[in-house]
Structure formats: structure tokens, C-alpha cells
């Protein structure tokens, strides 16, 4: 956007203003390079009912039925729901870490390449962390940069990119690596007959994933770049989305009006966050909505007056992956690139509805 004579008098005038229109114009970060990687085992609904003891119930049944997941990755052998949550601990671990290396593989780059890692999981104990060890496993420079985010779930995508680009503006000839691991079987437990209905919710939708990313300050390249990011916390939310551990149970509970509560600020963040870069929602070709559960999507595309065909990906992602917490996104981006080809010039629009409740927005173009 070209600024005004007036707005341009005052940046020539304001040292500290000068500065902040620099930072806006530095080298935007892109998507070099993105994979996903899923657990060795798939289930159908019909099979999970079956490891979780909730065939014949009809109530659960309904509720498998009708969640929009037809297949998911998942950790149900016997050897492993016989084991608490901490003995759980280390095999969950192995795997995350196993996955992440095959997501980083898969990805075709030079790890030696990376500067920073960034890694993420909802439910992580293990130390040294998944960030830690690829170092190690890729034999990186001792002085790599590592972080590790645990916790925020679903939402995890945007802060990721975001906290991925600042960290390039300092030092953009050096490619951040993003991995997001998530093992949801390491909270699922077989029915009782003191289940709440939350615990039934959480068996019929979660799944294992994951997925790696490179993000790369060149200016030439296929992927498309991250021209913005916002998270918003939605006020006295924290309720709705809460992680439920006993000695002998887990599991994360989703409050009924989730979907709702997450909806109900969409519209007015995402047009806010649109009109900064001159655009509306007309203007997005490609609509990215976290997989969350059918009615998390439903909510999004009603609350931004989208249709079924416009979340194509996401639906898909959901009955394909079921909903895999913290890679969720990426699967759905990774499927409009494959899927949908953008066209060079597109604008994407990706949202994440997580713990908080958290909405995140990434702006893309291709």
C-alpha cells in the first residue's frame, strides 16, 4: 500500500517510525518445504469402538457416526492401553521422535542448513526434547538454536510460524525448522462405566500426526510466504478446552460449546486482520479451518459464510486424520498444496481454533 504525502512527511521526520516501516519491509519468510508423517497403525471408527470397549453403545456409536472421522492413526494395541499414563511416557516419546524424523526426511533438506528449531507437542514429559535430540540425530552445529512449545494444542500452527519469522528477520539467510508431533493415543484410555460424555467426544475424533516444515527467507521459491500472522484469545475461555488426568484415566475434555465459543469472534478478527493488508474474504482463494471436529469447521464456515467446497481440505484432513491436536493445520495446507495447486498470486487463509480458546490466522500467497 502507498503511503499518503502526510503519512510519508511524518516517516521522514520520526526516526522511530522510520525503524518500524524497515522491520515491515524486511525479507518475508516462505514455506521452503512441508511434510506430514502419520503413525504405523490406521483404525476405522468401527475398530476404535472396538479396541476403546464402546461397541454396543449406542450413544458412543452416535457419536463416532457422526464426527465427520473415518480413519485415524493410533497407538490401541493391548501392550500399550494396559500401561498407565506414565508408563506410557517413554514409549510416546520414541514415537514422536521417530515421526519427527521421518517428517524432517521426507522434507528433502539439508538439515545442516536450519538455524533454529522449533518443535511443539500438547503433551510432551520428555527431556532432553524432541528439539534436543534431532540436533543430536542430524549432528547440527552445537549452536543451533532449539525451542520446544508444549500446551497449546490445536492452536499451535500460528505461534509457530510466527515465532519461525521473527526469528528469521534477525538472521534470514539462516531456514528455521518447524516440527509438531502429537501422540493424542497417549491420553486415551478404554471406556468405563463412569465416563463423561467429553471422554467419548475426545475417542471418536483424536489422532496421532505429524508434520515438519522449513521455513526459508529466499525471495524465489514455490511455496508460499507468510505475509501475517495474529493470535486471539477469546476472554474468560479457558474452560473449554482443559486436559483431565487421574491416576488411572486421562483424557482432554472439549466443553459442548467449544464450536460456539470459537466461532464467535471469527468474523470480526479475520476481517480486521484482512482489511490491514487491503483485503476482504472475497479476496481468498484458498481457506485452511483446522480439522478440529465437525462442528468446529461447521462453526468457522458459517461464522465466515463459507461453504462445504471452500473447506474441502479440512474435511478431508478431518475424515482422513481424525483431529491431531497440534499438526492439525499443516495437513490441511499440506493437502491445498497438493490438491488445490495454488496459482501464483493467491492469497491463503489459515485458521486455528486451540487452548485459550486461542483463534489463529496465517496469511499466505503464493
Not at 503511503?3 to 516517516?11: E, F, K, N, S, Y
Not at 525503524?19 to 475398530?47: H, K, N
Not at 506414565?86 to 524424523?101: I, K, M
Amino acid at each position: 500500500m502507498t503511503p499518503t504525502g502526510a503519512a510519508l512527511r511524518q516517516t521522514t521526520r520520526t526516526p522511530l517510525a522510520l525503524s518500524m516501516r524497515r522491520t515491515r519491509t524486511r525479507p518475508t519468510a516462505r514455506i521452503a518445504a512441508l511434510a506430514v508423517s502419520d503413525g504405523p497403525t490406521a483404525y476405522t471408527q468401527e475398530e476404535v469402538l472396538e479396541r476403546l470397549g464402546l461397541r454396543g453403545e449406542e450413544s458412543a456409536e452416535g457419536v463416532f457416526a457422526r464426527c465427520g472421522v473415518r480413519t485415524r492413526n493410533l497407538n490401541l494395541s493391548d501392550e500399550f492401553l494396559d500401561l498407565s499414563l506414565q508408563g506410557r511416557a517413554d514409549a510416546v516419546e520414541e514415537d514422536l521422535f521417530t515421526r519427527a524424523v521421518g517428517a524432517v526426511d521426507t522434507l528433502g533438506i539439508d538439515p545442516r542448513s536450519v538455524g533454529t528449531i522449533l518443535t511443539s507437542s500438547l503433551f510432551s514429559l520428555g527431556c532432553p526434547t524432541i528439539a534436543h535430540r534431532l540436533v543430536d540425530h542430524y549432528e547440527l552445529d552445537p549452536s543451533t538454536d532449539k525451542y520446544h512449545v508444549t500446551g497449546v494444542g490445536c492452536a499451535s500452527a500460528v505461534p509457530l510460524m510466527r515465532l519461525a519469522a521473527q526469528t528469521m528477520a534477525a538472521e534470514p539467510a539462516r531456514p528455521v525448522l518447524i516440527v509438531a508431533a502429537e501422540s493424542m493415543s497417549s491420553i486415551l484410555t478404554r471406556a468405563t462405566p463412569e465416563d463423561p460424555k467429553a471422554k467419548t467426544i475426545g475417542s471418536a475424533i483424536f489422532g496421532d500426526g505429524c508434520a515438519a516444515a522449513l521455513l526459508s527467507g529466499e525471495v524465489s521459491g514455490e511455496g508460499p510466504k507468510i505475509l501475517d500472522t495474529q493470535v486471539h484469545q477469546v476472554a474468560s475461555s479457558g474452560h473449554a478446552v482443559t486436559l483431565a488426568i487421574s491416576q488411572h484415566d486421562s483424557y482432554l475434555h472439549l466443553a459442548r460449546d467449544l464450536p460456539e465459543i470459537g466461532a464467535s469472534e471469527l468474523a470480526e478478527v479475520a476481517d480486521g486482520f484482512l482489511a490491514r493488508h487491503g483485503l476482504t474474504r472475497e479476496s481468498i482463494a484458498h481457506w485452511m479451518v483446522h480439522p478440529g471436529g465437525r462442528r468446529i469447521v461447521e462453526g468457522a464456515r458459517d461464522a465466515l459464510g463459507l461453504s462445504d467446497e471452500d473447506l474441502a481440505t479440512s474435511w478431508q484432513a478431518l475424515a482422513e486424520h481424525g483431529n491431531v491436536g497440534t499438526p492439525s493445520i499443516f495437513y490441511v495446507l499440506d493437502a491445498t498444496c497438493r490438491e488445490r495447486m495454488p496459482a501464483r498470486g493467491e492469497h491463503g487463509l489459515a485458521v486455528t481454533i486451540g487452548p485459550g480458546v486461542t483463534v489463529g490466522l496465517m496469511l499466505l500467497r503464493w
